[in-house]
């Protein structure tokens, strides 16, 4: 019985020696993640750097696009004028040849 008693008896040096070492610093080990080799991580930078020249090439090429789109939409509006010139003068022309036919039909009746 006194073996039974002795275990289960409450000894306080035990308890500040596990409590000591829970608190003592123990070295972490660090995460697997970061446990790549050199070239790993060179293939990592290079596809950043191919990414980030991609996108810039994507950029370059969007803005070439609406340059383009712009320039044709000033060409069209100068076209549109162009046509709508052409129109008025004709029309003004017309106008022009009526009149004179007018007055010569009002000479001839004269």
Do not use: F, H, Y
């Amino acid at each position: 019985m006194s073996e039974k008693t002795q275990q289960t008896e409450w000894k306080p040096e035990q308890n500040q020696q596990q409590a000591t070492q829970s608190q003592e610093w123990q070295p972490t080990q660090e995460p697997q993640q970061w446990d790549k080799s050199t070239d790993e991580i060179e293939k990592i930078v290079q596809n950043a750097k191919n990414t980030i020249a991609k996108d810039k090439q994507n950029k370059v090429k969007s803005m070439e696009k609406a340059k383009q789109k712009m320039q044709r939409k000033g060409i069209k509006a100068k076209l549109k004028e162009i046509k709508q010139d052409a129109k008025n003068r004709k029309s003004k022309s017309q106008a022009k040849i009526k009149d004179v036919k007018r007055e010569k039909e009002q000479d001839r009746g004269r």
